[in-house]
């Protein structure tokens, strides 16, 4: 029986950059009191840093303020499995308090949810009534903003699939 282990091929830089500017979902991992504890999330990007719209009730709020040290994960694969990748960033989240920069990134989440036809039910994750405009991202702020920084090259995991 053979000890040889496959090891899933890494993504380079320009990988792992293309698949978080293609998605939009991904999930935050914050340290629980037990327990990692994960959560889903929509995101924005600007081409240089991810940005979050987080309620302001819920677990995931008090283990921000504990320890702002997460990972965020993000992943694409295929119905069937022959293709996926996936990319794992360890940061810290900052809670944005600059009102020019949280109405820039309200509107980056207002266009994204335009943009790709998303169901007026993610509003609900966000904080507000899927009845109401998505513009009431903008009017309302029952949502933090929250920004990824510190994620250092050299600590992201990046994989993917093996290409035949």
């Known amino acids: 029986m053979s000890e040889d282990v496959f090891k899933m091929p890494r993504m380079g830089k320009a990988e792992y950059d293309r698949l978080v500017e293609e998605q939009y979902v991904c999930r935050i991992v914050f340290k629980g009191e037990m327990h990692p504890y994960i ?8 081409g240089r840093f991810m940005y979050f719209l987080s309620t302001n009730y819920g677990k995931k709020v008090q283990y921000f303020r504990d320890n702002p ?3 965020v994960e993000i992943e694409h694969y295929s119905p069937d499995l022959s293709a996926f990748s996936f990319v794992a960033l360890p940061g810290r989240l900052v809670q944005v308090e600059d ?3 949280k109405r820039a990134v309200r509107e980056m989440f207002v266009q994204l ?4 036809a998303l169901s007026s039910n993610v509003l609900s994750a966000l904080g507000h009534s899927p ?3 998505v513009e009431v991202l903008l009017a309302e702020e029952k949502s933090s903003v929250w920004k990824l920084v510190g994620v250092k ?5 990046g994989l993917k699939s093996y290409s035949l």
């Open 69 to 71: 040290l997460v990972t």
């Open 131 to 133: 009845e109401e405009p």
């Open 153 to 157: 090259v050299d600590e992201i995991l």
């Open 113 to 116: 949810i335009k943009g790709k």
């Open 99 to 101: 009102a020019g920069q």
């Open 39 to 46: 959560a889903p999330f929509l995101y924005v990007f600007d």
